[in-house]
């Protein structure tokens, strides 16, 4: 089965510095991975998805995120963030073989500090 | 339209209650989901339905039951929650289920607290 880790749980950052948010994964397949966001008291809103082709995948709201085949990484960055971003990232797998059964990572929480 | 709507935002019920969450899109979707969210932890995947028909349960407790009347809508019906259950659900839905790695759209989720 698969499984996600988020290694950061928390990444604080100053307003207009750069941010990579670091997700690995665990599957016996070939996997599609996503990135989705969730603002405070809201629901999850998909911010860029690797599906195949390029592994340099680029999102919503000036994200992107590469794909790592050898290293089994999906890691998302921004090259400036705003205090807008502030919010909970999760990193999520769904593995080819299976429905869309996607399984999130814990998430990391990140705060844009003005 | 990418909307998937949830209704109530908020319930608050006993024990011994039964009370039913409401879920509603119209982009067309032939999956649909439920997924259960506690505050500062990942959504966990509870229920999914392709075409209508339950097609993966993951071991939810009986007090938990899904329907999906048609296409667009789908239910969750709760009945003698304990107060554990209390969480965030979130329904989501996206084109179609299988392995095609499709976008999964989430409501804003229904608050429910169980006293």
């Known amino acids: 089965a698969q499984s996600v880790t988020q290694l950061d749980s928390q990444v604080p950052v100053f307003e207009e510095a750069p941010v990579e948010l670091r997700c690995n994964y665990s599957s016996s397949v070939s996997v599609y991975l996503f990135w989705y966001v969730q603002y405070p008291n809201q629901g999850l809103q998909l911010l860029l998805k690797y599906l195949s082709g390029s592994t340099l995948v680029k999102g919503i709201n000036g994200f992107e995120a590469e794909f790592n085949k050898s290293q089994t990484s999906f890691h998302l960055r921004k090259p400036s963030v705003h205090i807008s971003d502030t919010a909970e990232y999760f990193c999520a797998v769904s593995e080819k073989t299976s429905y869309d059964k996607v399984i999130f990572g814990p998430g990391t929480s990140l705060s844009v500090i003005p | 339209d990418t909307e998937v709507t949830q209704t109530p935002k908020h319930l608050v019920m006993g024990m011994t209650n039964k009370k039913s969450l409401k879920c509603e899109q119209h982009?067309?979707?032939?999956?649909m989901y439920w997924y259960k969210q506690k505050a500062k932890k990942p959504p966990e995947l509870m229920f999914v339905?392709?075409?209508?028909?339950?097609?993966i349960n993951e071991s939810v407790p009986s007090r938990f039951s899904p329907e999906c009347p048609n296409s667009s809508l789908l239910n969750l019906h709760l009945h003698a929650l304990q107060p554990e259950d209390s969480a965030l659900y979130l329904c989501?839905?996206?084109?179609?289920?299988?392995?095609?790695?499709?976008?999964?759209?989430f409501g804003e989720g229904s608050w429910l607290t169980v006293v």
């Open positions: 982009m067309g979707h032939r999956a």
């Open positions: 989501a839905s996206s084109l179609g289920p299988f392995r095609s790695g499709n976008t999964i759209y």
């Open positions: 339905y392709s075409y209508e028909k339950l097609s």
